[in-house]
Structure formats: C-alpha cells, structure tokens
C-alpha cells in the first residue's frame, strides 16, 4: 500500500487510479461533446456501414493487440485495474438513465443540452461502451494465445459479452418499431414510425376479433363542490365492486343488481350485450353518521352512455369509474409475401414472432373500451438480436463450464475484464 501511495501517477505498474482518472477523462469528453453539439441525438449508421465500421475495428483491435501485447499499458488494459473503473462509469450511465425520465423532451437546459433525456444515443455513452469493448476485446484475446482447456469457460463469458455489447451497439440503427393499427375484418400492410412516416410491410396483418377481459368497475366518494375525489388518511380512496356490501368512509354500502353491460331505459338500466352499453349497479347506501338511506343507480358511462352518480348529500356523491382491462388481445391472420397464412393470438406480453418480425399487443381504442373495433400492435424487427441471443448463450455456456470444471488456475483474477 506504502509503495502504491509513494508511485506517481502514470509510472507502471498502472493501477486504479489511472483507471479512474481514464474513465472520468472519457464521461468528461463525452459530456463536452455532448454539449458542444447542443444535445444533439446521435444515430449509429446501419446496414451496411455499421457492418463495415464493426470489421474495421474489429482490424484495428486484434492488429493493436499482437503488434502491441507486450506493452505495459496493454497488459494494464487487459486486467481488473482498468476494468472495474470502465464498468463503474458505465454503470454510473446507467443509474442516470434510472434518475432522468428517457426518451421525453425536458425543459430543464442541462439535461437537454447534455442529452440525459437519451443518453443511450450520446457521446458519453458511446465512448465509455466503445472503451468497455476495447477492454473486453484485449483481454478476450489475451486468453486465445495459448488456448487452453482451462481458459474456455473464461474466453466463453468475456467474448460473449463482448459479442452482446458489439451487436447492441452496431445493430441500434437497424432495429425497427413500428405501429400498425388493425380494424376488425381488414387487412393492413402498413405502419407508421415514431415520426409518423408510413412503411409498406413484407408481411399483411388481418384483425379477426378483438376481446377485452376487464375488472369490475371501482367506485368513489367526490366532492359535489370540486369534483374533487374524497381523500382519507389511512383509508382507501377507491373500492372494487366485486362483493355485496362494504364500509367507505362514513358510508355503508350495499349493492342490489350490478350489470357488466346495460343500457338506460327511462330511470332504470337493463341488461344489454350491445355496442355502447356499459356497467350499472344498483345500490343503497346508508350514512352512519346520521342514518339516511340513499338508493339509486350508478352507471360508468361510455361512448354512447352518460356517466350517472348518485347524490348522498348536499357535500358529496357516489360515483363509478370506468372498468379497468384485465388483459386483451387480437386474433389474427397473418400473410407473408410468400402467400402462408396463418391464424395468430397476440396478447399483453405473450408477442408472436414471424418471418423476422416481433408483433406485441400494445394498445387500442380507449374511447370504445370493451366495445373496440380497432387493435394497435406494435411491430419490432432487429436483424442483429441472434448475435446478441449468441452472446448471451455463450456467457451461459462459460458458466456452466466453470461451474463444471471449476476456475483455472490463478483464477484469472488477475486478467478478468
């Protein structure tokens, strides 16, 4: 420690601190690049100039490497000391990300002009993921030569993270996300960007029935006066209509007839399976603090229904919000360009995958609720995901190796990147 204290800084053996003062000097560049550009959004080129710009530093990394591997700073590049700083930095990147609200405009001007808002697309991000590379590469073929059983399971893991940050970092420009808004019983060969530019797909999509499972409705207590909902300390603002009876606030509540779908006719409503109907209860309520008993119907509203309360008292009424999706999806038939057909479901989080493309459930008609014709789906196509799902297979496979056959010797402490 003595020594280490008593060595000035950039004399070798290097350390830490020169990892350090690395590491700061690149988030500092990226930064002030960052701000010189005023914010601006930065785009990796794609296909297939990104390939061509991966292959060249792909050259220039392994070219460095052999010319240069005996050098203490390339020894010093391929070892911990200038590792863990790199992944600190980048780690400190990612927290940011955590902090700062992403892909939104900020009015606030530092977070603007240092492009916190989308720091995945900024300098210092491309910088520091650059760096890590660079670091993973030397110490990946650091272990290639002599290539020895004992290093397999450590050359698996560190080129497959190497693999996954070279394919995020060339493929961001190639991936697709597009919307497709699909009407019941046509068929749609088109999408939209997040610019709004419309895209011509290789594939067609046709909704056959879209479903909507939903909660009960909640009900609440407003105030006649604001409009405002009823709050309480340590009580619940809201309660689900899924029993009979229960106690909100001073109010006891009892539930005669609730309809999932009904429609109005004169003062009362009546059960309905039509498009527009909407759910009803009728119930009673009684005030505990005074004993009155109010009884009458509430009713959600929809598109072609008006929302009904009902008044308790000249301070506040009961009134029911629209129920809440349980889940929904779309069935579909898919046409590819080579003339199959087939019938899909695509629901939240449970996506299909065809011909290259990811379609996920994503939205719908929220003004028609349960009775929506229209189904939003959202289309994702990455050409560089298998090499990432490589990369990832390839870390798994080095675990389980080391798993297996245990660490090699000198437990590659002293090279692990």
Known sequence: MSDENSRKTWVHPWSYREGTIVTVAILLLGFALQAAGGGMVLRVAGFPWNLISGIVFLGILV???????????????????????????????????????????????????????????????????????VLLGIVTLKRLTPFTRRNVGFFLNHFGLFLVLFSTALGSSDVQTLNMNCYENQSEWRASDRRGNIVELPLAIKLLDFTIDEFR?????????TGKILMGKNRQSFELLDRDTFVFFEYHLEVDTFLATSGKVGESYFAVNEPGSAPSARVKVTNSLDGTVTSGWICSGSFVLQPEALKLNDHHSLVMLPAEPKKFSSEVSVLTKDGTSRNLTIEVNKPIMINGWTIYQLSYNEEMGRWSDMSVLQLVRDPWLPAVYSGIFLMMAGAVFLFIFGKPKNGGVENVA
Not at 74 to 95: D, E, H, R
Not at 99 to 124: A, C, E, M, Y
Not at 217 to 225: E, L, M, R, S, Y
């Open 217 to 225: 409705p909640k009900v609440t207590i407003i105030d006649n006066k």
């Open 63 to 133: 070219t460095f490497y052999f010319w240069l591997k005996k050098h203490p700073a390339v020894k010093w590049l391929g070892g911990v000391k200038a590792a863990l700083p790199a992944i600190l930095g980048f780690t400190f990147l990612v927290l940011l990300m955590g902090f700062v609200k992403q892909d939104v405009v900020h009015q606030n001007n530092l977070v603007r002009i240092l492009g916190l808002s989308h720091l995945v697309q900024t300098w210092p991000f491309i910088l520091i993921n650059l760096y890590l590379m």
